[in-house]
T-cell receptor, first 116, second 114 residues
Framework: AQTVTQSQPEMSVQEAETVTLSCTYDTSESNYYLFWYKQPPSRQMILVIRQEAYKQQNATENRFSVNFQKAAKSFSLKISDSQLGDTAMYFC?????????????FGEGTQLTVNP | DGGITQSPKYLFRKEGQNVTLSCEQNLNHDAMYWYRQDPGQGLRLIYYSQIVNDFQKGDIAEGYSVSREKKESFPLTVTSAQKNPTAFYLCASNWDGSSYNEQFFGPGTRLTVL
């Protein structure tokens, strides 16, 4: 079974600064997908960024980028130029394809607070 | 507008009662999922369905039941056998259950057992 670990329950950052959220996972699969989801106070889950394991290039989406280290099974999220609206719970998630469909395995989450 | 709706937003239940949470999507997605979220924990998969009239147990299916009679609907019943049902429940969907397709989430239902 896959496991996802987020070792930072809470983090804070000053507005306009950069912050990195950590995620490690454990799997014996070679082909899989990794995601970062954001859950603001509204509790609506929003996809931030995704990474295909077969791609060596790190994914980027505007101010969000990942550092994907497949051998180390590490998938950290970097947020540049942090904004107040980035305040949210961030979840790292792992997905592999199964015959009966895809399943997401989530980490415990990191609560990020952006301070003015 | 396309999306996923969950109702009600808040639900209160007395111990020993069954309750059904609604999830509807108009995205024409094939696959649908139910997750449970507890404080300090990530989302855990309860049930999922890749096609109509077929569904599979997730990691914490005990005390829950589902049906998938229509493509757009995937209701979750929390039965009296679920010992600790108070939680936040999220429904999600994606195109065909393949790994590349992100899951889209509904706004959630907060269930409280009185």
């Amino acid at each position: 079974a896959q496991t996802v670990t987020q070792s930072q329950p809470e983090m804070s950052v000053q507005e306009a600064e950069t912050v990195t959220l950590s995620c490690t996972y454990d799997t014996s699969e070679s082909n899989y997908y990794l995601f970062w989801y954001k859950q603001p106070p509204s509790r609506q889950m929003i996809l931030v960024i995704r990474q295909e394991a077969y791609k060596q290039q790190n994914a980027t989406e505007n101010r969000f980028s990942v550092n994907f280290q497949k051998a180390a099974k590490s998938f950290s999220l970097k947020i540049s130029d942090s904004q107040l609206g980035d305040t949210a719970m961030y979840f790292c998630a792992f997905m592999k394809q199964e015959t009966s469909g895809s399943r997401l395995t989530f980490g415990e989450g990191t609560q990020l607070t952006v301070n003015p | 507008d396309g999306g996923i709706t969950q109702s009600p937003k808040y639900l209160f239940r007395k111990e020993g009662q069954n309750v059904t949470l609604s999830c509807e999507q108009n995205l024409n997605h094939d696959a649908m999922y139910w997750y449970r979220q507890d404080p300090g924990q990530g989302l855990r998969l309860i049930y999922y369905s890749q096609i109509v009239n077929d569904f599979q147990k997730g990691d914490i299916a005990e005390g829950y039941s589902v049906s998938r009679e229509k493509k757009e609907s995937f209701p979750l019943t929390v039965t009296s056998a679920q010992k600790n049902p108070t939680a936040f429940y999220l429904c999600a969907s994606n195109w065909d259950g393949s790994s590349y397709n992100e899951q889209f989430f509904g706004p959630g239902t907060r269930l409280t057992v009185l």
